[in-house]
């Protein structure tokens, strides 16, 4: 068994015994392999071992890797911030967004979407923890932002996204991600079609599952610690 696909099982494992400590059934999470920086080999030992989600954070890596795998059962999630002059490989290459802080990068990639592909499944970064060095929407714009990309074609509004800053306080961090929860509860509310939480990551995992998340992005714990992200795109996607 390759490092790799004994660290796929191991955080299989946590997500399994968080989801029932919180009552919950573990297939209503889903494990995003947070691929960035790694080489697609990396990915590829990953996908041999059964893993089926990927997620990078830069354009032009992501892109690449995705050609580089050719494998049409992937299903790649760009999660890193998006600027408005790299939209078009995201539309055309990605299956999911996370990052949608603004809505001309939603309009962009609802123009930008093929027509013979299935719409862009996307999520809405809020910023739950107020930092300014973060990015994501305030919890406020929320209801707006989302009844915009609503109803955009070739997008489908899937949920919302969270970073919440490290803490070692358990307390704050489930405050944050339930903060989430409460926003995307009462989207549904209204009337919004939205299933996903995406938050919690290597070190949190269990408090955004016990919270509610429904994908947790986790890299480190599978990979290992990350390289420099790749210098032909590290301002592109920054």
């Known amino acids: 068994m390759t490092s790799i696909s004994a660290n796929l099982q191991a955080v299989s494992a946590r997500i399994v015994a968080a989801a029932r400590a919180a009552g919950r059934d573990p297939a209503s999470v889903r494990l995003l392999a947070v691929s960035k920086t790694k080489p697609a080999e990396d990915v590829r030992a990953a996908a ?13 890596e992501g892109v690449d890797k995705i050609a580089a795998l050719g494998d049409p059962g992937l299903e790649w999630h760009f999660i890193g911030p998006l600027q408005s002059n790299k939209t078009r490989p995201v539309a055309e290459s990605f299956d999911w967004v996370h990052g949608i802080d603004r809505l001309k990068i939603a309009e962009r990639l609802s123009s930008q979407r093929g027509g013979d592909l299935r719409p862009l499944n996307v999520c809405i970064q809020v910023n739950v923890s107020g ?57 549904v509310a209204e009337g919004m079609t939205l299933d996903t939480l995406s938050m919690g990551m290597s070190h949190d995992l269990e408090a955004a599952i016990a919270e509610g998340a429904t994908i947790v992005r986790v890299g480190t714990a599978i990979f290992g610690e990350r390289q420099l992200p790749p210098h032909q795109d590290r301002t592109a996607s920054h």
């Open 131 to 187: 930092e300014t060095s973060k990015s994501g929407v305030t919890p406020a714009e929320v209801p707006a932002l989302a009844r915009a990309i609503a109803v955009l074609p070739q997008l489908c509004l899937r949920g919302l996204m969270c970073i919440p800053e490290p803490s070692t306080d358990q307390s704050l961090v489930r405050s944050r991600f339930a903060a989430l929860r409460v926003l995307r509860d009462a989207l």
């Open 48 to 60: 041999a071992a059964g893993q089926r989600a990927f997620g990078e954070n830069y354009v032009q």
